[in-house]
Nanobody, 114 residues
Framework: QVQLVESGGGLVQPGGSLRLSCAAS????????MNWYRQAPGEEREMVAT????????NYADYVKGRFTISRDNAKNTVYLQMNSLKPEDTAVYYC???????WGQGTQVTVSS
């Protein structure tokens, strides 16, 4: 069955960096686009970044452009989200999603605070 397991979240000071990972199994990873979403308390879940199956195409939400980078390693069945210049408003639970399917990871908490 499809499994998506995020890791790498934590507490970081404003201006700091984190790298999230999402380990995937149960499907042909190299054939699937992958997405990162986030959900802040009291807010709707929103898409952060997306990457095509081979990694050649990426897209970002305007509020993370230039700060976040999505990448993938198809040999390791893993998608990453490198987050730099973090701001308090980036605080949220971050989820990976298999394309636009109903398969989501359990989420990893990112807290940006001094």
């Amino acid at each position: 069955q499809v499994q998506l397991v995020e890791s790498g979240g934590g507490l970081v000071q404003p201006g700091g960096s984190l790298r999230l990972s999402c380990a995937a199994s149960g499907f042909t990873f190299s054939s699937a686009s992958m997405n990162w979403y986030r959900q802040a308390p009291g807010e709707e879940r929103e898409m952060v970044a997306t990457i095509s199956n081979a990694g050649g195409r990426t897209n970002y939400a305007d509020y993370v452009k230039g700060r976040f980078t999505i990448s993938r390693d198809n040999a390791k069945n893993t998608v990453y989200l490198q987050m730099n210049s973090l701001k308090p408003e980036d605080t949220a639970v971050y989820y990976c999603r298999l394309g636009f399917s109903d398969y989501w990871g359990q989420g990893t908490q990112v807290t940006v605070s001094s």
